[in-house]
């Protein structure tokens, strides 16, 4: 029972337009939203999160929008760069949880082509 | 300020065997989990450490068993390994007063024959 869905695998972009990865989620209780990068022979890196009273976090060419209605998430990246070519993903935790635990999707493939 | 540190980085061990992998935890952090990543799949949340007792394990039997150390270092131990045990281990650090943020050493890509 997949709790933490990214649907799509891949998604090919052209470097200086937006990037928008794509994240769902099923467990209700669910209220901290993290996504990180990942590139190959190296550890995921945080890249941005946000909390479940908000809808929207910006972080320089980062923003994630939470829908909790749509139980929804999207990182939106502008604009792409060839550097931001790796894999990202989407995680989830309960705050009400005792440790906080991430619960992550499989990831996207992003490639930003030049 | 140093991030967080594995090792080894590659391991190759066969099925029966036992493996102990390291983690040294973000400067200033009190908090170490650990999680597997298969081929293809997402990290998977093994167990967590603070203040040197487990604190929260996920679907994982118990032949995987962690330790952390008053530096904040920890251990993952591995007994009985068995052929889906490859994989890559990450371990992440949070502190106390931003737990909810974990972050992630490069790992310890583990392959079993």
């Known amino acids: 029972d997949q709790q933490v869905k990214q649907n799509s695998p891949s998604l090919s972009v052209q470097e200086g337009r937006i990037s928008i990865l794509n994240c769902d989620y099923t467990?209700?209780?669910?209220?901290?939203f993290l996504w990180y990068k990942k590139y190959p022979a190296e550890g995921p890196t945080f890249l941005i999160s946000?909390?479940?009273?908000?809808d929207k976090n910006e972080d320089g060419r980062f923003t994630v929008f939470l829908n909790k209605s749509a139980k929804h998430l999207s990182l939106h990246i502008v604009p792409s760069q060839p550097g931001d070519s790796a894999v990202y993903f989407c995680?989830?935790?309960?705050?009400?949880?005792?440790?906080?635990?991430?619960?992550f999707g499989k990831g996207t493939l992003l490639t930003v082509n030049p | 300020e140093t991030g967080v540190t594995q090792s080894p980085t590659h391991l190759i061990k066969t099925r029966g065997q036992q493996v102990t992998l390291r983690c040294s935890s973000q400067?200033?952090?009190?908090?170490v989990s650990w999680y597997q990543q298969a081929l293809g799949q997402g990290p998977q949340f093994i167990f967590q450490?603070?203040?040197?007792?487990?604190?929260g394990r996920g679907n994982f039997p118990p032949r995987f068993s962690g330790l952390q150390f008053p530096n904040y270092s920890s251990e993952l131990n591995v007994n009985a390994l068995e052929l889906d045990d490859s994989a890559l281990y990450l371990c992440?650090?949070?502190?106390?007063?931003?737990?909810?943020?974990?972050?992630f050493g490069p790992g310890t890509r583990l392959l079993v024959l």
């Open positions: 946000i909390s479940s009273i908000k």
């Open positions: 450490y603070y203040r040197e007792e487990e604190n």
């Open positions: 995680a989830a935790s309960n705050s009400g949880g005792s440790n906080y635990k991430l619960t």
């Open positions: 467990n209700s209780m669910f209220d901290y």
């Open positions: 400067s200033g952090h009190n908090t």
């Open positions: 992440a650090s949070s502190s106390s007063d931003r737990v909810e943020t974990q972050y």
